[in-house]
């Protein structure tokens, strides 16, 4: 379960009471729109709020990026939006220059290759420039237009960094302007995301969180990114829920706070109904806010074990963001829990495992789980072991990447190569019961019994409650003489 961070849209919905107040409410505003650009098919100002409204929207994308196409054609005097903006268009064009860089770099979920998106940009017949030029297109003449005023210029330094990957240019930028502008508060807001994410400088990090704050007490993003910072990074639990709260106070309607709130209140105080309160809150005030449905779906899959509605939620989760690797990653977990003894079931769940790695861009616990999958449940050897390695590739300390590969080679006879796996597992996390048990029992295929003995014991002192009659029976019939698991 993933932290998120406030993003960088400008927008602050209200709340309606209900999802169905809200669908019918937006419904009503599309259609209103409609009707205006029935008499005035080309004025900037309707097409924009379309564009905004689509944005919203789950699966859109194309008549989203082809509204603000439109929009941003009608308000300049040559018919490209690359030429000169009329004068009577100025503010129209500087503000919607600006949410279009922010919708295509948000759709594209921090990777511009993502076919999906870039699929339904080219069809919305936005010529030969590709995804990563027109961002940086838009986010210049976002600049420019606004004069470097707060709004465009704090999210191009985030473009810079997660997208162009120009951490300099983004260092530089946040830098330069924070210098001329140290009022704007949720530019010290995004400044401390950058340098707590990119250059790993937690205190330097904590200091600009304070500064946005300072500039901003009531500034709802700088509040939650400094409560998502003690929650996450410092784990200072006392002091994040006092900024939640605080956060809270000031705006209840906030959904990124409501999410982030409701994940600290399940995983940290295990308060589980006022989670489940901030969830559907934020829910009811955006129905597609992917991170709230994905939060929900994990508190009700591994707080209240409702399985069957914790995979209505995933599903709805991935209705409204499919390449939600989190989510990808949890369903085919619960699909492998309930349904991994069939033979439906168990390809179901690879399948959404197989996603799931696509769509983490090479994380190392996304597909050390994938490899542990086709270990335990597929018993594809050579598949898995293929996977396993691939994850320690990309982080040689990887528990579940480590411990499976311990297993494998086990099983293969080759205990010394299965010790040294179990021994990387021990050094990360040192209680970790199983690769203990594990390590016992390679001892004991090579006669080290002294060693198996002190295997087993620091075994039985870190199983939990559930499994150590298994263990117990283990260490007996070790003590007897016997050749352990």
């Known amino acids: 379960m993933a932290l998120e961070l406030p993003p960088s849209s400008i927008f602050s919905p209200s709340a309606p009471a209900t999802i169905s107040a809200i669908q019918t409410e937006t419904t009503k505003y599309e259609k209103d729109l409609l009707m205006k650009m029935g008499t005035a098919p080309n004025d900037p100002i309707t097409l924009g709020a379309m564009a905004s409204y689509l944005s919203l929207q789950p699966n859109r994308y194309a008549e989203t990026v082809e509204y603000f196409e439109r929009c941003l054609v009608n308000c300049c005097t040559g018919g490209d939006i690359r030429s000169d903006v009329d004068d009577s268009y100025k503010l129209v064009y500087s503000t919607y220059v600006s949410l279009y860089a922010s919708f295509l770099c948000s759709c594209s979920n921090d990777d511009i290759s993502d076919p999906s998106f870039v699929g339904d940009y080219k069809k919305a017949g936005s010529g030969s420039t590709s995804l990563l030029e027109k961002i940086d297109l838009l986010y210049r003449r976002s600049v420019e237009e606004h004069d470097n005023e707060p709004n465009p210029i704090n999210d191009t330094p985030v473009f810079l960094h997660r997208n162009v990957k120009d951490y300099k240019k983004a260092d530089q930028m946040y830098e330069s302007f924070l210098d001329s502008h140290p009022e704007a508060a949720s530019v010290w ?46 784990q200072n639990y006392s002091k994040a829920e006092v900024y ?38 934020a829910m009811k005030i955006d129905p597609n806010h992917h991170n709230s449905i994905y939060n929900y779906a994990v508190l009700l899959d591994s707080g209240i074990k409702d399985k069957s509605k914790a995979e209505e939620y995933y599903t709805r989760c991935l209705e409204v963001n499919p390449n939600h690797c989190f989510c990808l990653y949890n369903l085919a977990i619960l699909v492998e829990e309930v349904r991994g003894s069939t033979a439906s079931g168990k390809s179901e769940a690879e399948a959404l495992f197989i996603k799931a790695v696509q769509a983490s861009h090479n994380d190392p616990m996304t597909i050390a789980d994938y490899g542990r999958f086709l270990l335990v449940c597929l018993d594809d050897v050579e598949r898995a072991k293929k996977e396993l390695m691939k994850a320690i590739e990309i982080d040689g300390n990887c528990v579940v990447g480590n411990y499976n ?12 190569g299965a010790l040294k796996y179990f021994g990387k597992v021990l050094k990360r996390e040192g209680n970790h019961w199983e690769s203990m048990r594990w390590s016992a029992r390679c001892c004991v295929k090579e006669g080290r019994r002294k060693e198996a003995e002190n295997f087993y014991e620091m075994c039985r002192k870190n199983v939990p409650e559930e499994d150590r009659g298994g263990v117990n029976a283990e260490i007996e019939d070790f003590k007897k003489g016997g050749k352990g698991g």
Do not use: W
């Not at 409701?262 to 940290?268: T, W």
């Not at 590969?405 to 010394?416: H, Q, R």
């Open 189 to 234: 807001s995004k400044y401390g995301n950058f340098l707590k994410s990119v250059k790993k400088d937690v205190k330097a990090a904590e200091a600009a969180y304070l500064k946005g704050i300072k500039a901003g007490p009531t500034n709802v993003e700088c509040l939650t990114a400094y409560a998502v910072f003690l929650h996450g990074t410092l």
């Open 244 to 281: 939640y709260s605080r956060a809270y106070e000031v705006d209840p309607f906030h959904v990124n706070n409501l999410s982030n709130y409701g994940l600290f209140l399940s995983e940290i105080k295990c308060d589980f109904e006022k989670s489940e309160e901030m969830y559907q809150r």
């Open 405 to 416: 590969l311990g297993v494998v080679e086990y099983n293969a006879g080759k205990f010394s």
